[in-house]
């Protein structure tokens, strides 16, 4: 078993930062890809930023050069640094890695977490 669990979201005035934190807890052998998707209201879930074991990054086109996603692999954390949030931004913003657990057998995990909610005001 794997679990993620995302901290850091809340209510922030555009212009603002913040910075999101996801830790994986359970039995880990390795994580992959660790990354961010949101989701506002009425739309699909959306990429936001991936980071791979070795430090190989990809961001959403809607967030390159406003918000940095870095990793500590001996933590099992990924962080996302946000700054100049817009209104645009708001959504629940949802943790997943590819998590490679030697728990019981070799199993293989897309594990997801609950997600935290950001909310930006104008």
């Known amino acids: 078993q794997v679990q993620l669990v995302e901290s850091g979201g809340g209510l922030v005035q555009a212009g603002g930062s913040l910075r999101l934190s996801c830790a994986a807890s359970g039995t880990i052998f390795s994580i992959n890809v660790m990354g961010w998707y949101r989701q506002a209201p009425g739309k699909q879930r959306e990429l936001v930023a991936t980071?791979?074991?070795?430090?190989?990054?990809n961001y959403g086109d809607s967030v390159k050069g406003r918000f940095t996603i870095s990793r500590d692999n001996a933590k099992n954390t990924v962080y996302l640094q946000m700054n100049s949030l817009n209104p645009d931004d708001t959504a629940v913003y949802y943790c997943?890695?590819?998590?490679?657990?030697?728990?019981?057998?070799?199993?293989?995990?897309?594990?997801w977490g609950r997600g935290t909610l950001v909310t930006v005001s104008s």
């Open positions: 980071i791979t074991s070795g430090g190989s990054i």
């Open positions: 997943h890695a590819d998590i490679l657990s030697l728990g019981g057998g070799a199993v293989m995990y897309d594990a």
